[in-house]
């Protein structure tokens, strides 16, 4: 299997742009995740969906941040406008089952953004 | 505000020595903690995991220690090497149902040659 996959890897934007990620996860898996990496706040979930349906957003930092599962291959994270402070690497991750029950959840390579 | 606090936060050792990484948390909820391993421009990927019910797991160089009174947890890496230089993931969740993990801060290991 391909893993997750995850574009583009880099991204360099002028602030107040919109940034647009993908994500395409493993064939199969049921659930997705969006992960933020900072070196401040570390490793922070910004939203996950099962079967396409948006579980839990409550991570989502602000109305700038939006994403969708249009289907169960591809997921798209979305920044309107973009601002400095939204720079990060961006990880898209997928998982078959609930984690709780030791099921592992599969990290993509992450999209490396950085708004200028 | 983490649930998982995870320490030192970069610890640096010689080939061939012991790594050690501590996390504690205090939801008594959590019941299954793996470990993740980051390198350098990649994602992070399961190392290990341990539900309370057992005290250490060991795969390889890699154990994990549990001490379910006390709520915490520990990675321990023998025979460090310097392949193993990667940030270092705690996590947990809480009951078979719980779709996500909650992630400790990470500490970054450097093996020395």
């Known amino acids: 299997d391909a893993g997750v996959i995850q574009s583009p890897r880099h991204e360099v934007t002028e602030m107040g742009q919109e940034v647009t990620l993908r994500c395409k996860p493993i064939?199969?898996?049921?659930?997705l995740f969006w992960y933020r990496q900072t070196m401040m706040r570390g490793l922070e979930l910004l939203i996950y969906?099962?079967?396409?349906?948006?579980?839990?957003d409550s991570g989502m930092p602000e109305d700038r941040f939006s994403a969708k599962m249009p289907n169960a291959s591809f997921s798209t994270l979305k920044i309107q406008p973009s601002e400095p402070r939204d720079s990060a690497v961006y990880f898209c991750?997928?998982?078959?089952?609930?984690?709780?029950?030791?099921?592992?959840?599969?990290f993509g390579e992450g999209s490396w953004l950085t708004v200028v | 505000q983490q649930q998982v606090k995870q320490s030192p936060q970069s610890l640096i050792v010689q080939k061939g020595g012991i790594s050690i990484i501590n996390c504690a948390y205090e939801?008594?909820?959590?019941?299954?903690f793996p470990w993740y391993q980051q390198f350098p421009g990649k994602g992070p990927a399961l190392l290990i995991a341990?539900?309370?019910?057992?005290s250490e797991k060991k795969e390889g160089r890699f154990t994990i220690s549990f001490n379910k009174s006390a709520k915490q947890f520990s990675l321990h890496i023998m025979d460090s090497q310097p392949g193993d230089s990667a940030t270092y993931f705690c996590?947990?969740?809480?009951?078979?149902?719980?779709?996500?993990?909650?992630f400790g801060a990470g500490t970054t290991v450097t093996v020395r040659a």
């Open positions: 991750a997928s998982s078959l089952g609930r984690v709780g029950s030791g099921n592992t959840i599969y």
């Open positions: 064939s199969g898996h049921d659930y």
């Open positions: 969906f099962n079967n396409n349906v948006p579980i839990d």
């Open positions: 939801n008594t909820a959590f019941d299954y």
């Open positions: 341990i539900r309370p019910d057992v």
């Open positions: 996590a947990a969740s809480r009951g078979v149902n719980d779709y996500k993990l909650s």
